[in-house]
C-alpha cells in the first residue's frame, strides 16, 4: 500500500498488476467488475476483435465487432492476435471540487492487451458500468479511415435515442452532421432505430429485468465524436463519425459558423502513437442510479490544471431568454449599459456571482469580438459589477473567438471580464473537437470559464479542464421561445436526467416565473413560458447538475417573486454529495444534493400528478427541519400556483408529497 498525489487524483491503493505473454493461446478474456456483477469479455478467435457484455451472468451485450481502418488498408482488430496481456486493480480517491460531488471513490479491474500491428486494447470493469479504447503505437501520423463500432443485442430490446435535429428522415446522412445536438427522445425496438438519420449520444438501451445500459464516449481529443444508427434494420446498433472537414466557408447563423463544403474520405489523421476514445457502457438495475453513476469522469483525463481555486461556478442572471424585457425602470431596455446595469444590480443585490451579456454586443455579422456597438462599454460595465462583486461573462460566436482566440482571450482577461459562453460550434468532426480542447486550453491560460452551447454532449473535459465548466447539448428551456404546444417538455425533464445528463452537466437554462398547464402553454419569443408547475422550475436547481446555472428569466419577474427568487440563489451549484433518491425513466425522478449541513431534495413528474412518499433515510441519525415548496392546489391550472410550509422531518425519515400535473417540489433540509 502507497500513497501517492498527482493533482486532482489520490491513488489510494493499486495492487495485482502483471503481464505474461500469451503466443495467441488464450482467445478470450473477461473483466469483472469489483462487485463480481458486470463483465465485459473481449474475444479474439474470430475474424474480427470483439467484445460482449454480461451481468448477473445475463448476456446484455452479445458478441460485437470492433476496430479501425487505416489509410492503406490496415484493419485494426481483423484476424487479432495477442501477443501480451497484464492486468490490475486499482482503488483509489479523486477530488472533484466543481462536481456533483466532492469526493469520488473508484475502483476497478483492468485488462490491457497489446496486439499484433503495434495496436491495443485497454479495457475497464467498475461496479456501475464497463468500458474499452483502442491504443496504438505506430509511429509518425496515421489517417483513420473509419472506426467499427457495434452494440449487437441478443433480443429485440427497446432503445431510447435523440436523433440530430438537422437533415430530415429517410435523406442524405450528412445532412445529419451539421446540428445543435438537442432534440427530445423516442424509444422504438432496436430495429426501427433510423437507418438514414443519426442518433446523437448518449443513448439508452433497456435490457429487461429492470437492467438499462446508457452509451457515450468520453476523452474525446483529436478525434470526431460517435454518432449511431441501424444500418442493417436487426438488432445491431452501429457507430458514425462525421469524415474529417476538407474545406469550409464562414456561414451560418449571423456568419458566426463554419460551414463543411467538402470533407475527406477519412474521419480522423492523428499521432501514430495515442490513446484513441473511450467506449463507455453506464449499466444500472435502478434507473435513479444512472443519475448517480460517476464513469464519465472517472474515465477522463485528470485535470491539467494546477491551481483550480480560481474557477468559480454559481448562477448567471441571463438576459437572452427573457429579450431583455423589464419594466418598471426610466429607461427603454435592450443590449444597452443601463439594462446591464440593472442585471448587475439586480445580481448583486441577490447574491448572485454573475450576470451575462449574450449575443448582440459585438456588432452583428462582423465575426469581430473587437467590435463592440456604440450601446455597450463594456469597461465600463466591468467596473461597475467589480464595484458590486458580481462576475461578468461574454456570449461569443464560434468563429469569431475561434480565428483569433489568443488575443481575444488576453484582451478580455486583462479588462476582468470572467469567461464565454461560446456558442454555435454545431459539428463535432475532428476540426471542431480540437477547437473545444484548444478553447479549454486558451482560456484556462487567462483564467477564464468557458460554457459551451450550440455543442456536443461532455465527454470528460470538465475534469481535464474544469474551467469548461458547462455544456448544452441538451433539449432545453430556451425551445419555450419557438415550440409547437405538442412538444412534450415535461416528458422530456424526466427522460433526460437519466440519458444526456449522464454524460455531465447540462446547461438547460431553468428558472422560468411564468408557468403554463399543458392546455395553457403557449411558446412567445418575448415573454416566454414554460411547461409545467413553479415547483418544478424550482425543483430543476437541484435535480439538473449545471455548475454555472442560469436564472432565465427578467429580473423584473424575480423581483415580483421574491420567496422564489431567494431560493433559487441561495441553492449552490457545486455538492459535497449527490444521491438519486428514486425515479423512473420518462415518469418521475427524485434527486439529493448536500453542500455542507444543507440538503436539498428536487422531485418533478410528468403530466401524471403522483403523490410521493420520499425516503430522507440518506440523512442519517438526528433531528431535521425543512423549508418545502410544493405545488398549490390549483397549480394544474395555474402553474405559478404554490405554497411554502416549514416541516418537521420525521423520525422515520419519510414524507409524503403531493405533485400536481407537470408538477414538482423543491425541499430544504437542515439538520437541528
Known amino acids: 500500500m502507497f500513497l501517492m498525489k498527482n493533482k486532482n487524483l489520490l491513488i489510494l491503493l493499486v495492487v495485482s498488476m502483471t503481464g505474461s505473454v500469451m503466443y495467441g493461446a488464450k ?19 474470430g475474424e474480427n476483435l470483439q467484445y460482449s457484455i454480461e451481468k448477473d451472468n445475463r448476456l446484455l451485450i452479445s458478441p460485437s465487432d470492433i476496430g479501425m481502418k487505416l489509410d492503406g488498408g490496415e484493419l485494426i482488430g481483423k484476424s487479432p492476435k495477442v501477443l501480451k496481456s497484464s492486468t490490475r486493480k486499482v482503488k483509489s480517491s479523486i477530488s472533484a471540487p466543481l462536481y456533483k460531488r466532492s469526493s469520488i471513490n473508484e475502483e476497478y479491474n483492468e485488462l490491457t492487451l497489446s496486439l499484433k500491428g503495434n495496436y491495443g486494447l485497454q479495457v475497464r470493469a467498475y461496479d456501475d458500468g464497463v468500458a474499452y479504447r483502442f491504443t496504438t503505437n505506430k509511429k509518425g501520423e496515421i489517417v483513420i479511415i473509419d472506426e467499427l463500432f457495434e452494440a449487437s443485442m441478443p433480443q429485440s430490446y427497446p432503445v431510447t435515442v435523440a436523433y440530430a435535429n438537422a ?115 453506464v449499466i444500472s438495475d435502478n434507473d435513479v442510479d444512472l443519475v448517480n453513476s460517476d464513469l464519465v469522469y472517472k474515465l477522463a483525463d485528470p485535470s491539467k490544471i494546477e491551481d483550480t481555486s480560481w474557477i468559480k461556478p454559481g448562477k448567471v442572471a441571463w438576459d437572452w431568454w427573457n429579450d431583455w424585457t ?54 465600463e460595465l466591468v467596473k461597475y459589477a467589480d464595484d458590486k462583486n458580481v462576475g461578468l461573462i461574454l456570449w461569443a460566436g464560434y468563429h469569431a473567438i475561434n480565428k483569433d482566440m489568443e488575443n481575444v482571450c488576453k484582451h478580455y482577461s486583462e479588462m476582468g471580464i470572467k469567461g464565454f459562453k461560446v456558442d454555435f460550434m454545431n459539428r463535432d468532426d475532428q476540426d471542431m473537437v480540437g477547437f473545444y480542447n484548444r478553447m479549454a486550453e486558451t482560456a484556462a491560460k487567462y483564467k477564464l470559464l468557458v460554457d459551451y452551447h450550440g455543442a456536443y454532449k461532455p465527454t470528460g473535459l470538465n475534469r481535464t479542464y474544469p474551467n469548461a465548466i458547462n455544456f448544452e447539448g441538451v433539449f432545453g428551456l430556451e425551445q419555450m421561445k419557438w415550440i409547437e404546444p405538442s412538444v412534450d417538455m415535461v416528458k422530456y425533464d424526466v427522460t433526460m436526467p437519466y440519458i444526456r445528463m449522464v454524460a455531465g452537466p447540462v446547461d438547460y437554462t431553468q428558472g422560468a416565473m411564468k408557468n403554463a398547464s399543458r392546455k395553457s402553454f403557449k411558446s412567445i419569443y418575448s415573454e416566454p413560458m414554460s411547461q409545467g408547475t413553479r415547483c418544478r422550475q424550482l425543483a430543476l436547481y437541484a435535480i439538473f447538475e449545471s455548475p454555472l446555472n442560469m436564472l432565465c428569466d427578467s429580473p423584473s419577474n424575480y423581483i415580483n417573486e421574491k420567496e422564489c427568487t431567494d431560493i433559487i440563489a441561495e441553492i449552490p ?80 425519515k419519510k414524507i409524503d408529497i403531493q405533485m400536481a400535473s407537470g408538477g414538482g417540489f423543491l425541499l430544504k433540509i437542515t439538520k437541528k
Open 326 to 379: 423589464i419594466y418598471g425602470v426610466d429607461f427603454k431596455p435592450g443590449i444597452n449599459n443601463d439594462t446591464y446595469k440593472y442585471y448587475i444590480d439586480f445580481a448583486s443585490q441577490n447574491g448572485i456571482e454573475y450576470v451575462i451579456l449574450d449575443e448582440g454586443w459585438a456588432v452583428n455579422k462582423k465575426a469581430d469580438l473587437f467590435m463592440i456597438i456604440p450601446e455597450i462599454n463594456i469597461e
Open 573 to 652: 451549484t457545486v455538492w459535497d454529495q449527490t444521491v438519486g433518491v428514486d425515479g423512473k425513466v420518462g415518469e418521475y425522478i427524485t434527486m439529493a444534493r448536500q453542500k455542507g449541513d444543507t440538503w436539498y431534495v428536487g422531485g418533478i413528474t410528468d403530466w401524471n400528478p403522483r403523490k410521493q412518499c420520499v425516503d430522507l433515510s440518506f440523512l442519517g441519525d438526528g433531528e431535521f427541519t425543512g423549508e418545502l415548496f410544493f405545488d398549490g392546489l390549483n397549480a394544474d391550472k395555474a402553474g405559478r400556483d404554490y405554497r411554502k410550509e416549514s416541516i418537521k422531518i420525521p423520525a422515520n
Open 27 to 45: 482467445e478470450e478474456f473477461k473483466v469483472t467488475s469489483p462487485d463480481n456483477k458486470t463483465s465485459i469479455i473481449i474475444n479474439t478467435s
Open 167 to 281: 437533415g430530415e428522415m429517410n435523406k442524405d446522412i450528412k445532412n445529419n452532421y451539421f446540428n445543435s445536438f438537442e432534440n427530445t427522445y423516442e424509444t422504438v425496438p432496436v430495429e426501427k432505430v433510423a437507418d438514414k438519420h443519426l442518433a446523437i449520444l448518449p443513448l439508452m438501451i433497456d435490457a429487461g429485468q429492470n437492467t438499462k445500459i446508457v452509451i457515450s464516449e468520453v476523452n474525446l481529443y483529436d478525434y470526431p465524436g460517435t454518432f449511431m444508427y441501424n444500418p442493417t434494420k436487426d438488432r445491431t446498433l452501429s457507430g458514425h463519425h462525421a469524415p474529417a472537414p476538407k474545406s469550409l466557408k464562414q456561414g451560418g447563423h449571423n456568419e458566426l459558423q463554419m460551414i463543411v463544403e467538402e470533407r475527406e474520405n477519412y474521419i480522423a489523421k492523428s499521432k501514430g502513437k495515442r490513446d484513441f476514445p473511450w467506449r463507455a457502457f
